[in-house]
């Protein structure tokens, strides 16, 4: 797997929760420009999670670390969804923080893929 | 807009929305973690992988809890919310003292260093969650 394109997800998922961040303190409720961000940040797992099936096969990865790996692609692609579902039921700054939790898990899960795939 | 509760305040409301959130994802993580290790290598070190499974348990019923869902949910919450904050003390402790007790890390080891300290912090905001939005008389 190319190291650029987990790295890009990483910083794309980061900067979502920053934009969070911001919509937060300034008491903003989640628009379509958020909406938007999140779905390229979703399309970006979802190339990752298409990418490390093809290449898997490649490189020296098996057992617990095999199913490790594509467990935290899965939930990459469930946390935004999820957090979207959850934080729109309610118009309040704590539902807005909700994305924020998953940005920031987000990003988690894509330093552990890259922590897993063999460089 | 405050989220300041009244009489009986939700749980799952305002800034509860969000400590859920991170309920959940720990739920996730855990049940996912705790499935992978007793699919794939139960035997290498059991008391560790139990207890991780027992943390696995405790987040998904403090999620529930909170997010109120069953019977009597803020029961619920608070039972696994001070299970949880009883277990991160005794496994962060036991793990200071003796590493060998816990040969594979778990999320309650080192005080969940390994996890942000957020296993630590969590149950304390958890129970005061509780306690802000506890039911009142009158």
């Known amino acids: 797997m190319d190291g650029s394109l987990p790295l890009v997800l ?3 998922s980061l ?3 920053a934009v ?5 303190v300034l008491d903003r409720t989640p628009d379509w420009g958020l909406l938007g961000f999140a779905a390229v940040i979703e399309a970006a797992t979802l190339v990752t999670l298409v990418v490390a099936a ?3 096969g490649g490189v020296d990865l098996h057992g617990g670390a095999l199913v490790t790996l594509f467990g935290y692609l899965v939930a990459g692609l469930v946390l935004l969804p999820a957090g979207f579902v959850w934080s729109l039921a309610e118009q309040s700054r704590g539902a807005t923080a909700v994305l924020l939790v998953a940005g920031l898990a987000q990003a988690f899960v894509v330093v552990r893929v890259m922590q897993v795939w063999p460089s | 807009m405050s989220d300041r509760p009244t009489r009986s305040a939700s749980t799952r409301s305002g800034l509860g929305r969000a400590l859920i959130a991170v309920y959940g994802v720990f739920a996730l993580a855990a049940t996912a973690r705790s499935l992978v290790q007793l699919g794939t290598k139960a035997s290498e070190a059991p008391l560790a992988y139990a207890l991780s499974a027992v943390a696995a348990l405790v987040y998904v019923a403090a999620t529930l809890g909170l997010a109120e869902v069953g019977p009597s949910p803020r029961r619920l919450a608070w039972a696994a919310v001070g299970f949880e904050l009883v277990g991160v003390l005794t496994v962060g402790t036991l793990t200071l003292l003796d590493p060998e007790y816990f040969p ?3 999320v309650w080891s080192d ?3 390994g996890y942000g300290w957020l296993p630590l912090v969590l149950p304390f905001v958890g129970l005061a969650w509780l306690w802000r939005t506890r039911p009142q008389n009158a």
């Open chain 1, 10 to 12: 990483l910083v794309g």
């Open chain 2, 104 to 106: 594979d890390a778990t």
């Open chain 1, 20 to 24: 969070v961040a911001v919509y937060v």
């Open chain 1, 54 to 56: 093809v290449q898997v």
């Open chain 1, 15 to 17: 900067l979502f929760a």
């Open chain 2, 111 to 113: 005080y969940g260093a």
